[in-house]
């Protein structure tokens, strides 16, 4: 088949890609001229482990090609629409504004009788507005909604967990459209992958509700840490055993930090602002309660290295390890790291950041923190390390590595990934967050 792909962010490029190596001929389509150019040359714009091999097969191939000009989907018999939905800048609503731009300019060149296809993350509701921007083009609409996470975001397209087709069941064109899409995805579904066809407002529903799902589980262990700080149990502990239960499951249920980036938090409030518009009240409120434990956190683990510092981090010298939003990216958006090194910035600390692949991105961004390029040179001189992002290389770093670096052997383990005994025996005050060691509330005011 022909396929066009538009925006070719985090989202977009992997699935272009991905649909090249499935055997179609794809065009990527975005408005970032530097990104198409990069993406056309067979170079991944952003990390993403494992996209440029697929990037190159399709280059090879001759099956994957990128452009600025919506001119070229003209021969397309489906077009996937990946552009952002980024939170507004006023509000907690989705921005909808690239998603209209896309679509509107998409109506001009899409030949009629092909199929546009909804990837983005949107509110319920919003496949009625992109009807709307369609405007007279004859061509028939699914939603797609897709569950990619970044760092593992290929495989995710190459093995995803489940495809969901929303269409509009009343449409006499909804079987043509199904088979469209299974004629996309035939690879997945011959290998098993399931498939689950419903309406439009229940696709729309179905990543936010995920997403929400994921981020409560987050912020209940979370508050089960803060819970364990007090009580002077230990959260890692409780989770380990928590999760051995089938019905919950380790994932998602390790106590630290909280999430970021650039799709669950802008994700959970706008569900909190579709629950307010259609009146569900309960998940407003429980979405609030989820997004503010979550943002508690960041103030959790300043108020932790504050205390370490003996109450204040005026003019001490810290050393963060991470500012990409979680391991395996070089995403910054709505980074828990580079956020808790900006209060320690703002609030004294000369902070020298590191991180294996987001640096780049993370000092065009924030001129007010000082950036390494490695481990040991962050950690020269450092009376307090902090890790922030779980990198493997993180993780899996032993007390030898920094000891003779460091001016104090003195660590915040934001993501609870040491093993602390290993560490205190080796001469280091380590706390991670709910170890059962109280935050004074003095130092939690930062
Ligand atoms: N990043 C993820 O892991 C992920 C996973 C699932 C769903 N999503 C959803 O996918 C969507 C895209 O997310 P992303 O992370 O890829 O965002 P992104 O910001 O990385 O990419 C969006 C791309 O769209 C391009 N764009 C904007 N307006 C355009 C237009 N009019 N025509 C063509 N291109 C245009 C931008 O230049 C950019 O490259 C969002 O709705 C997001 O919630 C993202």
């Given at each position: 088949?022909?396929?066009?792909?538009?925006?070719?962010?985090?989202?977009?490029?992997?699935?272009?890609?991905?649909?090249?190596?499935?055997?179609?001929?794809?065009?990527?389509?975005?408005?970032?001229?530097?990104?198409?150019?990069?993406?056309?040359?067979?170079?991944?714009?952003?990390?993403?482990?494992?996209?440029?091999?697929?990037?190159?097969?399709?280059?090879?191939?001759?099956?994957?090609?990128?452009?600025?000009?919506?001119?070229?989907?003209?021969?397309?018999?489906?077009?996937?629409?990946?552009?952002?939905t980024p939170q507004s800048k006023t509000s907690e609503l989705a921005d909808l504004t690239y998603l209209e731009a896309a679509t509107r300019s998409l109506a001009e060149h899409?030949?009629?009788?092909?199929v546009v296809v909804?990837?983005?993350?949107?509110?319920?509701?919003?496949?009625?507005?992109?009807?709307?921007?369609?405007?007279?083009?004859?061509v028939e609409l699914a939603w797609n909604p897709e569950f990619l996470r970044q760092g593992t975001a290929v495989k995710d397209s190459l093995v995803p967990d489940r495809l969901v087709y929303g269409v509009d069941d009343g449409d006499a064109a909804a079987p043509a459209v199904l088979r469209a899409l299974d004629e996309v995805y035939a690879p997945l579904l011959h290998a098993g992958v399931p498939r689950l066809v419903c309406n439009f407002a229940t696709a729309e529903?179905?990543?936010?509700?995920?997403?929400?799902?994921?981020?409560?589980?987050?912020?209940?262990?979370?508050?089960m840490s803060e819970l364990c700080d007090a009580a002077?149990?230990?959260?890692?502990?409780?989770a380990a055993a928590m999760g051995l239960d089938p019905r919950i499951g380790q994932r998602y249920l390790a106590a630290g930090l909280g999430f970021g980036g650039g799709c669950?938090?802008?994700?959970?409030?706008?569900?909190?602002?579709?629950?307010?518009?259609?009146?569900?009240?309960?998940?407003?409120?429980?979405?609030?309660?989820?997004?503010?434990?979550?943002?508690?956190?960041?103030?959790?683990v300043a108020?932790?290295?504050?205390?370490?510092?003996?109450?204040?981090?005026?003019?001490?010298?810290?050393?963060v390890l991470g500012a990409a939003f979680k391991p395996d990216t070089d995403d910054i958006r709505d980074s828990p790291a580079l956020d808790v090194a900006l209060r320690l910035a703002e609030a004294g600390a000369h902070v020298v950041v590191t991180d294996p692949k987001a640096i780049n991105n993370a000092c065009m961004r924030y001129p007010q923190l000082q950036f390494e390029a490695t481990l040991a040179a962050a950690c020269e001189g450092a009376e307090l390390v902090l890790l922030l992002t779980e990198w493997a290389e993180y993780r899996e770093l032993s007390p030898d590595d920094i000891a003779e670096l460091v001016a104090q052997p003195v660590m915040v383990d934001a993501r609870n990934v040491l093993d602390r005994e290993v560490w205190?025996?080796?001469?280091?005050?380590?706390?991670?967050?709910?170890?059962?060691l109280q935050v004074p509330e003095a130092a939690a005011s930062l």
């Open positions: 088949m022909r396929i066009s792909v538009i925006g070719c962010g985090y989202l977009g490029a992997v699935h272009a890609a991905t649909l090249a190596s499935m055997g179609h001929v794809v065009v990527g389509i975005d408005t970032d001229s530097h990104k198409v150019s990069q993406l056309a040359r067979g170079f991944a714009p952003f990390f993403e482990p494992g996209l440029e091999e697929l990037l190159a097969e399709g280059g090879a191939t001759g099956r994957l090609d990128f452009a600025t000009s919506m001119d070229l989907v003209r021969d397309c018999d489906v077009h996937f629409l990946c552009v952002g899409a030949k009629a009788g092909s909804g990837k983005s993350t949107v509110p319920v509701g919003t496949v009625r507005r992109v009807r709307a921007w369609l405007g007279e083009a004859e529903l179905i990543k936010s509700a995920a997403n929400a799902y994921l981020a409560t589980k987050l912020s209940y262990i979370n508050a002077g149990a230990d959260v890692t502990q409780l669950l938090p802008k994700d959970i409030r706008s569900f909190r602002a579709q629950a307010r518009e259609l009146g569900v009240d309960s998940v407003d409120g429980w979405m609030g309660l989820v997004d503010s434990i979550n943002v508690g956190q960041r103030t959790r108020a932790v290295a504050a205390e370490l510092c003996g109450g204040s981090v005026v003019g001490r010298r810290l050393a205190r025996e080796a001469g280091w005050t380590v706390r991670g967050l709910g170890t059962g």
